[in-house]
């Protein structure tokens, strides 16, 4: 369980010291922003191979039983999270890393990005939720728990990156979009327009969603169907 606490802590502490703040443009003055992005990719994913792995051989410590339901609400959440991973992985936004040129164009504001300016931070929220709903043990807190709250942290600190780097710029991209899902709609800041998500992103969410699904067992020891594991 301490490599897997060390494992978290490292990944939370290298984005949340270093992503987003003052330290990562001193470091990118220092050595370029292509080299910070190779290293700071490279040091995300060992920690996330250390993570998974020091999961999977942290010992059985139960903090709470799986709430009735709990099972098929996650796998609705999984769904929903997927969706929004994918489709805004794969819609262009000056959000995404090398991005930041769209803010000068008309479109700066398409399909997903209506709904959240990062929706691929919600869809990695929504699924590790749904992991913590369907898993109450102590390593299942620690490793789905470290991507929960990393997600719910990510958009801030990459909106304080993009203020600094495009100021003004990116204040009006922040104007006419929210973090929060459709909270930017609602307030009539902008509106829904379903023809921009893309049917194709939709398909590839669903498809992925459900090849994960099914080879589930396969590759994570656990059916996430409700009824016996």
Sequence with gaps: MTSLLLAAAFFVGIHVEISGTTLRDRIVAQIGEGPFRGLFSLASLLAIVWMVFAYRAAPFVPLWNSLPGARGLALVLVLLGFLLAIVGVTTPSPTAVGGEERLA?????????????????????????????????????????????????????????????????????????????????????????????????????????????????????????????
């Design 105 to 229: 164009r008309d479109d700066a504001v398409v399909g997903i990005l209506r709904v959240t300016r990062h929706p691929f931070l919600w869809g990695i929220a929504l699924w590790a939720f749904a992991h913590l709903l369907a898993n109450g043990d102590v390593a299942s807190v620690l490793l789905f728990g470290t991507f929960l709250v990393l997600a719910l942290l990510g958009p801030f600190l990459i909106d304080a990156k993009r203020r600094r780097a495009r100021g003004a710029a990116y204040e009006r991209f922040l104007a006419v979009t929210s973090n929060v899902p459709f909270a930017a709609i609602a307030a009539g800041r902008t509106s829904l327009h379903a023809a921009e998500l893309g049917w194709w992103r939709i398909a590839g969410g669903l498809l992925l969603y459900v090849t994960i699904l099914a080879a589930h067992r396969w590759l994570f020891g656990v059916s996430p169907l409700p009824g016996p594991a």
